[in-house]
């Protein structure tokens, strides 16, 4: 019976830190996906005001 209460606390414990390792690990997931969104928004704005030079007439022209 001591071994079996011993297993389960170990078991406990192990289950413990995972857990404390998954919030870790999805509140870093969730930060970099932020960054992410937020950098992909700064480089279409950079974009859109940098322009490529060519108009909507031009991109459809045929070559």
């Given at each position: 019976?001591y071994w ?18 998954a ?41």
């Amino acid at each position: 019976m001591y071994w079996f209460l011993l297993f389960l606390g170990v078991v406990a414990v192990w289950l413990l830190v995972l857990a404390l390792l998954a919030k870790r690990l999805w509140g870093q997931g969730k930060a970099l996906t932020r960054e992410l969104v937020a950098a992909q928004s700064k480089l279409d704005a950079a974009m859109s005001t940098a322009g490529s030079g060519q108009t909507r007439e031009d991109q459809r022209a045929p070559a």
